[in-house]
Every structure is written in C-alpha cells, then in structure tokens.
C-alpha cells in the first residue's frame, strides 16, 4: 500500500492545505463530479482545512444516487420474477423505489444476491444453472467496461441463464447537460480520476475552452484531492482555464482505449432518465440489439409505469449542487441513513449521506 | 478417539443417541465438578457480592475462521461482556441448535476449543442443552451462552460513568474480527495474513480495576465497532469523545482489505479489545496494566472525553482535518458473531 500511502502523508497533506490558504484570494467554488471525491473530502474532514474562500460542492456523480426511480422499479419486478435471481451491489439493494426497495423484497423472499464485481454474478449463474441471474448493471464509465467483461465471460462460457439489466450513465452527456441548465455559479470542476482513467480527457475541452471553467481530473487520497484544489486555486487566480492531470498515475489524455473498445462492443449509447436531471439524450447504456440474448430488458418483462418520488425528497437539486443536504426539510429528521427517503442518503457515496455521518454540525 | 459420523435428529431426542453425545463428547472437554451432576438444573454455591449476568447467540459464518472458531468465539463473547461490568466471571451455560447432517468431528473441534477457551479465561461450564433441527432449518449449529460472574464491593463500570477530561484508551487493534469473517467468506479470496482477535479479556479487566481506582467505563466494541460503541457511551454519559485518527492501532493487512471492499476498520467488530475510559491522571497506569496483558499488547490512547456538545464524537483526521463519527448505521454486516 506504500503507493496509496504516500498521498496521505500528513506533512504533504497540511503543506498543500496551506498552500491553498495562502494562494486563493478570489471566493470560488468548485464542484467534485465524483462520489468518491465527496466522500474523500468528508471523511479525511477536508472541508476544515480548506479557507473561507474556497467552498466544494458536490455534482451528479454518486452512481446509486442517480439511478432513477423507475429503474430501480424495473429490478424491483424482475426481483419478483419467479426464477429470476436479482446480483447487485451491495448499495443498491436499500435504495427506495416508488414502492418498495430491493431489501424489502428480499426479506419478504425474493432471491436478492450482494456481489462484489459483475464476473461474481457471472460465477452465480454458473453455480445455480436453474435459475437466471440478472446483474444489475449501474454505473458510470468506470464500471461499465467491468459489465462488458462479465457479458464476455457469459458469452465463452455459453451461458444461456446470465443477463445484464443496464441502467448505466455516461458522464459527458450529463456534464453538458449541467453546463445547459441554470447557472450555478460554478469556478471549476474536480474530474473523476477513475472514468478519466477510462475515457481520456477530451469531454473537458469544451468546458475549460467555451464555459471557461478550468478542470482538474483528481486522484482520490487525501493529498491528492488538495493538491487538485490548489491546481484550480491556481489556474483561477492566474485567470486559466485549462485541464489539467493531477492524478497522473493512473490518466492518460487519450484514456484506455481497451476498456472504451470494449463497452462499445456491448454496449451502445440511449436518452436515459437521471434522478434529479431528468431525461438527458444519449446519456444512458443499453445492449446493442445483436445482445439482445444478455439483455434482461428483452427477456423478461420489466415494464413499469413511471416512477414516483417522495414529494419532500430535493435529492434533485442536491445533485445539481443547487442546494446542500441541511437546505432539504427531510434532511436527519424523516430521511436518514436508517431510513433513508431518497438515493443521495443511501449510497455510501451520496452527498447527504456524507454530510449525515460526518458534517452534521458544520 | 474423536466420534465419527454426522448428527442425525436422534441425537437432540434425548435417547441412547443424546446420552452418547452427552457423554462422550460435551463431558469429555466441557466436564466438571458441577456439569458432572446430570441433574436437571445446577446447584451453585451461594457467591458474595452482586452479579452480572449476561446472555449471547453466536451464529458466526463460516464456523472455522482464521484465529478462531465459533466455540471460542460464544466463550469470548459472553465472558467479556461479563468482564466489562467490572466482574470476575465465574460460570458459563451453553445451549447448543445443531443442523442435521453436521459432522460430529466438526462438533467436537468446537467444543474442544470451547473447553480451551473457558481453561484460559477461568470459568466453568454448569449446565449445558443440545438441540437438533432439520437440514436446512438451522446453518451447521448455533450456540448460545449465559455467562454469571461475581461484582467486588465498591465498584461502579459502566457506559454512563465516563467524565469529561477523562482518557479514552483502546486496547489493540480494531477491525481485525469483522474484516477476516468478511475474508473467509466464499469467493473473496483474498489471501491477506489476517485473523480475529477472539480473546478473554477478563484477565486484561481485572488487571485494569487493580490498576486503575479512577476506572470509568470498560466497553468492549464488537458489533457497530469502535465508532459505535464510543457513540454510545458518549450518548449514556452525557459527554462529547474527541479521538486522534493517527492514534487509533489498526492492522496494516486489516486496513489494506478494509481498502479494497470498501469498508472502514472503526465500524467492524472486534472480539478480544476493549475500551477503556479512566481518570486522565491514570490514563499511563491504564495503558502499562493492558500492555502488561497477552491480549493488551497494542494498547493505545487515543482521545479524551469533553463537556461540550454531549453524545457526539469527533475525530481529528490524520491529515489535520476534522469530522463527526457517527453510529454505524445501514446494512451491518450479518452473522458475524
């Protein structure tokens, strides 16, 4: 772990906060795309070193958090299905749907499977070949090229008894999608080191050159994540807008080609509904038709009407950084980790989940 | 020689083929004056002092696991609860929920490492029960424990008994019991050098209460972890805990697993640590009688206790930062005790 270590060396961490403090003269506030990086922030307790100037907001980038409603309903019914055994990750499982989450309906005895990765589930449908195991596929560009890995594996095996439900999300569409809608009073945006890892800077071009926002792709260690603020400190205070790699060791410019070719090969763009954005074209993942095979959407039927959301929920607007959790009525009173309202609280990842368990009193 | 076969329901109809367990397997490790009477209840001699009581289930999965097994483990469990009370625990009960079809080997591993592990922590096993359900209606055996244990005059342990200034010590490193249950379950393998921690620490306690007269609180963290058990003595005293993340021991191997699955050391249980709130002036005298213990060694302190903001926890982040540590709250990882 020496690698990892080395980025939360103290000394480095408190001379980069530092930093920050004496270089940021203009108030700014940055968005972090990625729920990692909210979840950095909060639990290295960042925000306390960071000056008044500097403020961090978070944006849509939890995957859990902006799966919407009505997919979580579609694996609700198929969690219903007889024979349909439903692998998941372990975060979605007690996110609500417009009726019911998929921990309620594996307590009331549909077969609900936690896995740890896509090729798991793919390790599932080996062991129980009676059943149909369908794999929950959400997330971003990081994990979609893991889905596409499984799909392969099914394939060589011959499976006939493994398919994908695909709720996944791209990030550009939805970073543009942002950039279109009210203004938030943004300085600049803290990139995802990991989708960054996969598809390669090119998506942050426009908002660095035609918004002129500058943009960090940030690694996910506490001194990593300071020195990306500061990287955007400094490229705001010498008036840039640039993007610029902090997390080196892991992104190139160009991004991994392989992983890219890969997604591709299964997977082909589709409009798709986001929590709290809406409906956004060419932002989703579905299976190319020629997978129709390993596509659960076309073997069973996950038809749904549309989905529901608690009036009071503002999950919305938290993941726009239009408000912060405190400003939702919900928030630690009717909604919390226990008994979490909307996806933002439930996702280990989610912004009001975050501040719930680390920034309760800030 | 060890018994061979499997349990079959004959076994917990309390025939020939209960008797022949009873005898040739619970009494040959778990035996004893008391246990050796076969009577419907035991008859104890009267102790002084008050008692402490308490009672546990343990329905570990898997049953085998790198530092432990579920024997130990009910032995451990309930005799630290016991033991953190400030009580010297003197007797165990153990009932036994046996599947159909577990192999009488397996059996008897167990009770041979509970036997071990009530020699090492001082207690007598007094009455004990077997029960057999249907294949599928139990997983392999469950085992639930009561623990009794006898209070010396005058002393006052508890959750609610911590004060502001006081010292918040731990003593070893957490996590290790929830993160190697986590490891041995099916189809992560991993193959880090992790175990559990399952140990007695009522030794380790005793030698705290000589020790420490201004002892407030012995608590030992298991389910919720470290983070849980602090909010909740912070909640029943009425006092805010500021703890030092940089202090806090934790495995290098636990916390590179805790790294890959996602999980955070101070909400894991532990089996064989505890928390120590004591009198800051005796905070060195705490930390030399658990270092002086074989299950102590890596004690620490690692906060204080303060007046302000009463029931929350704060941690001051290795990197210089500062945050809430909250309760364990959502899905805890089940069946891991």
């Known amino acids: 772990m020496k690698h990892v270590d080395e980025y939360r060396d103290p000394a480095m961490a408190k001379e980069l906060?530092?930093?920050?403090?004496?270089?940021?003269?203009?108030?700014?506030?940055?968005?972090?795309?990625?729920?990692?990086?909210?979840m950095a922030l909060a639990r290295h307790g960042l925000h306390a070193l960071?000056?008044?100037?500097?403020?961090?907001?978070?944006?849509?980038?939890?995957?859990?958090?902006?799966?919407?409603?009505?997919?979580?309903?579609?694996?609700?019914?198929?969690?219903?299905?007889?024979?349909?055994?439903?692998?998941?990750?372990?975060?979605?499982?007690?996110?609500?749907?417009?009726h019911a989450s998929l921990a309620r309906e594996r307590a009331g005895g549909a077969a609900v499977e936690v896995v740890y990765s896509p090729l798991d589930a793919v390790a599932l449908a080996e062991k129980r070949p009676d059943d149909q195991v369908v794999f929950l596929g959400i997330g971003f560009e990081t994990t979609a090229p893991t889905v596409a890995a499984a799909l392969l594996m099914a394939e060589q095996k011959g499976l006939t008894n493994f398919s994908v439900l695909s709720a996944h999300k791209l990030l550009p569409p939805a970073l543009a999608a942002l950039l279109s809608g009210p203004n938030l009073g943004l300085s600049g945006f803290l990139c995802p080191g990991h989708v960054t890892t996969v598809i390669g800077t090119a998506c942050?071009?426009?908002?660095?050159?035609?918004?002129?926002?500058?943009?960090?792709?940030?690694?996910?260690?506490?001194?990593?994540?300071?020195?990306?603020?500061?990287?955007?400190?400094?490229?705001?205070?010498?008036?840039?807008?640039?993007?610029?790699?902090?997390?080196?060791?892991?992104?190139?410019?160009?991004?991994n080609p392989a992983a890219v070719a890969l997604m591709n090969r299964f997977f082909e763009p589709v409009n798709a509904p986001w929590r709290g954005l809406g409906p956004i074209p060419a932002s989703g993942l579905a299976l190319r038709a020629e997978y129709g095979h390993l596509d659960a959407a076309k073997r069973f039927d996950a038809s749904v009407p549309p989905g529901k959301d608690h009036p009071g929920c503002r999950c919305g607007d938290v993941l726009r950084g239009l408000i912060t959790p405190p400003e939702c009525k919900l928030f630690a009173g009717v909604c919390n980790p226990s008994a979490p309202v909307g996806p933002c609280m439930v996702s280990a990842e989610g912004t009001c989940a975050a501040w719930y368990r680390y920034r309760r009193e800030d | 020689m060890p018994m061979e076969g499997s349990i079959l329901l004959d076994h917990g109809a309390g025939g020939k083929a209960s008797a022949e367990l009873v005898g040739g397997l619970f009494a040959k490790h778990l035996g004893n004056e008391v246990l050796g009477q076969m009577d419907d209840a035991a008859v104890l001699p009267r102790p002084t002092g008050r008692l402490a009581v308490s009672t546990d289930s343990f329905v570990v999965d898997p049953i085998f696991f790198p530092g432990g097994d579920i024997g130990s483990l009910a032995v451990h469990g309930t005799v630290n609860d016991v033991a953190m009370r400030g009580a010297t625990p003197l007797y165990l009960t153990v009932g036994f929920v046996l599947e159909e079809g577990l192999a009488i080997a397996d059996l008897e591993r167990v009770v041979a490492s509970m036997a071990a592990a009530a020699?090492?922590?001082?207690?007598?096993?007094?009455?004990?029960d077997t029960k057999v359900v249907g294949r599928g209606q139990a997983d392999k055996l469950f085992i639930n424990t009561t623990g009794i244990g006898v209070i010396p005059e005058g002393l006052t342990l508890g959750a609610a008994q911590a004060k502001p200034g006081d010292a918040v010590l731990v003593s070893g490193t957490v996590g290790d019991?929830?993160?190697?249950?986590?490891?041995?379950?099916?189809?992560?393998g991993l193959d880090a050098p992790i175990a559990s921690d399952s140990a007695p620490l009522n030794h380790l306690a005793a030698g705290l209460i000589k020790a420490c007269p201004g002892l407030r609180t012995l608590r030992d963290p298991?389910?919720?972890?470290?983070?849980?058990?602090?909010?909740?003595?912070?909640?029943?005293?009425?006092?805010?805990?500021?703890?030092?993340?940089?202090?806090?021991?934790?495995?290098?191997?636990?916390?590179?697993?805790?790294?890959l699955l996602g999980l955070d050391p101070l909400y894991l249980a532990n089996e064989g640590k505890l928390i120590c709130i004591v009198d800051s002036e005796q905070a060195p005298a705490a930390l030399n009688a658990m270092r002086a213990d074989a299950h102590g060694k890596g004690a620490a302190i690692i906060g204080r206790c303060g007046g302000e903001r009463a029931g929350r926890v704060w941690i001051n982040t290795s990197v210089g930062g500062r945050r809430i540590l909250d309760m364990l709250s959502g899905e805890p990882l089940p069946r891991i005790c």
């Open chain 1, 17 to 38: 906060a530092a930093q920050i403090r004496r270089t940021s003269k203009t108030p700014v506030r940055f968005m972090e795309l990625c729920g990692t990086h909210t």
């Open chain 1, 50 to 98: 960071l000056p008044p100037t500097v403020s961090m907001v978070s944006g849509p980038g939890c995957p859990v958090c902006v799966t919407a409603t009505e997919e979580i309903d579609r694996a609700v019914k198929l969690a219903q299905t007889p024979g349909v055994v439903v692998a998941t990750f372990g975060d979605l499982v007690r996110v609500p749907g417009s």
């Open chain 1, 204 to 255: 942050y071009e426009p908002v660095a050159h035609e918004h002129g926002l500058p943009c960090v792709v940030a690694g996910f260690e506490p001194a990593d994540v300071l020195a990306s603020i500061l990287m955007l400190v400094n490229q705001v205070e010498q008036r840039r807008s640039e993007v610029e790699i902090q997390y080196k060791r892991a992104v190139r410019p160009e991004g």
């Open chain 2, 119 to 128: 020699k090492e922590a001082g207690v007598k096993v007094v009455a004990g």
């Open chain 2, 177 to 188: 019991h929830g993160v190697t249950i986590m490891a041995s379950r099916e189809g992560l």
């Open chain 2, 222 to 259: 298991t389910r919720g972890g470290l983070a849980t058990a602090l909010n909740e003595i912070a909640a029943l005293s009425g006092i805010s805990i500021e703890l030092d993340e940089a202090a806090i021991p934790i495995d290098p191997a636990v916390g590179g697993v805790c790294e």
